[in-house]
Nanobody, 124 residues
Framework: QVQLGESGGGLVQAGDSLRVSCVVS????????MGWFRQAPGKEREFVAGINWIGTNTAYADSVKGRFTISRDNAKNTVYLQMNSLEPEDTAVYYCTARRGLQVGTTKEEYDYWGQGTQVTVFK
């Protein structure tokens, strides 16, 4: 069984930076691609960023490209999402996820394990 635990969310002002983390416990996901999704109230859960198991391949949603950076430390079983130049439109619950397989996925249907989420709120 795989458990994912997010942390680092909070309330920040537009233009600020924030880093959210996800610690994986249980079965190792060292070889799994991992990702971040987000869900704002009344909206569908959407892809934010993904990374392959070794960290050499990443993917980003167009809305965060150039502002967000995904990374991972397999020795610590942790994946990070560094968010810069935050905008009110980035307000959402951010979910960490992992998938069995080799390729980075960009749809929620491709992912097998999910965390409980961490709230990020950006105000003007």
């Amino acid at each position: 069984q795989v458990q994912l635990g997010e942390s680092g969310g909070g309330l920040v002002q537009a233009g600020d930076s924030l880093r959210v983390s996800c610690v994986v416990s249980g079965r190792t996901v060292r070889n799994y691609p991992m990702g971040w999704f987000r869900q704002a109230p009344g909206k569908e859960r959407e892809f934010v960023a993904g990374i392959n198991w070794i960290g050499t391949n990443t993917a980003y949603a167009d809305s965060v490209k150039g502002r967000f950076t995904i990374s991972r430390d397999n020795a610590k079983n942790t994946v990070y999402l560094q968010m810069n130049s935050l905008e009110p439109e980035d307000t959402a619950v951010y979910y960490c996820t992992a998938r069995r397989g080799l390729q980075v996925g960009t749809t929620k249907e491709e992912y097998d394990y999910w965390g409980q989420g961490t709230q990020v709120t950006v105000f003007k």
